[in-house]
Structures are given as structure tokens and as C-alpha cells.
T-cell receptor, first 113, second 113 residues
């Protein structure tokens, strides 16, 4: 079965600093991987996804993530944090049947002015 | 107008009461999902449906039931609510098996006293 581990339930960065949110997955087959963002009092919104092809994927709002098979990782980065990036971020993997998605426990990002 | 809507957005109920949460979508998607979100636990799948006649249990279906009244509507029921069902509930949709992306509603915050 697939599973997702997000290291760090809370991450704080200064405005303008690098954002790095960590995600490791377990999957017996090549995974489909996702990052979603949840702003306060809203549903989840897709940031980016990896399915096949290029391992560095770019998403909305300047975020990107790199699929590293050897490390079973899919870490999310942004070169320069903005106050509007403060939110909860979830990493997810789709199972090999294509029927279910498994989410990590989430990382709350705080951006300090 | 939002593509995925949930009603009610907030609900307080008492232990033992039956309660129904409703989800409607205008995206024309076949697949619909119900998740619950708890602090520190992320999102966990309760039920999912691939069409009106296809309902499947997710990771945590005990104490819940669902009804897919039409392609656009998917309801979640708590037959006899208990306090540990207090959570944030999300409905989501996806187009079909080949679609990687889920689209989430705004969530229903449920408090069981």
C-alpha cells in the first residue's frame, strides 16, 4: 500500500527566504505524486503534480518539486517566500489502481515578515 | 459559482443524532470522494464513488454511509453521530480513472457534542 510522510508539521521561514517542505512516499510502482495547498477556511487546491517524464515539475505561485526515485522523495520548494504563501501544504500519492489518493499529515507554513 | 459545493458549511449536532452532509458538483465528473480532516492526521478517505451504481469504502468508513443520488450529487450520512466524528469534511471530484487531479469543495466543519 502507498503511504506518504511529511517531515515537519510546522515550518517557519522569513519573507524572501527559501521554502523547503519535505515529502517521502512509499509505493511499489512508479507513483503519481501531488502537492496541494489549503488556505484558511478553504478546500485543497492543486499546486503541482508528477506523473511521468521530467522529474522537476513546476506549479503555480512559483513552487516546484523534484521527484527523486532513489530517495523516494518529492520535496516542495520555492526560492523566495511571500506572505501569501502562509498555508497548509499536503503531499499526496495516487495508488496504482488509480482509484485512491493517500495524503500526508500536512505541513503548516508560516512566513515571518 | 464554485464547481464543488458542500452544505452545510458548519454544523453542530448532539451525540446520537443522524446527520447528512451534501456535496454537489457542476464539473461533470464521474468520480466523487468524501474525506475527513483531523489535525495532525491529514485527510483520510471515507467513501468514494465512480458512478451512481458504484460505491466503495475507503480507509475509515465505519460509522458512515453514503448515497450517490445522481452524477452530480454525493451525500455523506452519520447514522448516529459520536464526538470523535467531530472533524472537517471534504468532498472531492475527479474526472475519471485517468485523471490525476482532484477538485475539492470548501469543506463542512462538524462538531458533535
Amino acid at each position: 500500500a502507498q503511504s506518504v510522510t511529511q517531515l515537519g508539521s510546522h515550518v517557519s521561514v522569513s519573507e524572501g527566504a527559501l521554502v523547503l517542505l519535505r515529502c517521502n512516499y512509499s509505493s511499489s510502482v512508479p507513483p503519481y505524486l501531488f502537492w496541494y495547498v489549503q488556505y484558511p477556511n478553504q478546500g485543497l487546491q492543486l499546486l503541482l503534480k508528477y506523473t511521468t517524464g521530467a522529474t522537476l515539475v513546476k506549479g503555480i505561485n512559483g513552487f516546484e518539486a523534484e521527484f527523486k526515485k532513489s530517495e523516494t522523495s518529492f520535496h516542495l520548494t520555492k526560492p523566495s517566500a511571500h506572505m501569501s504563501d502562509a498555508a497548509e501544504y499536503f503531499c499526496a500519492v495516487r495508488d496504482n489502481t488509480g482509484n485512491q489518493f493517500y495524503f500526508g499529515t500536512g505541513t503548516s507554513l508560516t512566513v515571518i515578515p | 459559482d464554485a464547481d464543488v459545493t458542500q452544505t452545510p458549511r458548519n454544523r453542530i449536532t448532539k451525540t446520537g443524532k443522524r446527520i447528512m452532509l451534501e456535496c454537489s458538483q457542476t464539473k461533470g465528473h464521474d468520480r466523487m470522494y468524501w474525506y475527513r480532516q483531523d489535525p495532525g492526521l491529514g485527510l483520510r478517505l471515507i467513501y468514494y464513488s465512480f458512478d451512481v451504481k458504484d460505491i466503495n469504502k475507503g480507509e475509515i468508513s465505519d460509522g458512515y454511509s453514503v448515497s450517490r443520488q445522481a452524477q452530480a450529487k454525493f451525500s455523506l450520512s452519520l447514522e448516529s453521530a459520536i464526538p470523535n466524528q467531530t472533524a472537517l469534511y471534504f468532498c472531492a471530484t475527479s474526472r475519471d480513472r485517468g485523471s490525476e487531479t482532484q477538485y475539492f469543495g470548501p469543506g463542512t466543519r462538524l462538531l458533535v457534542l
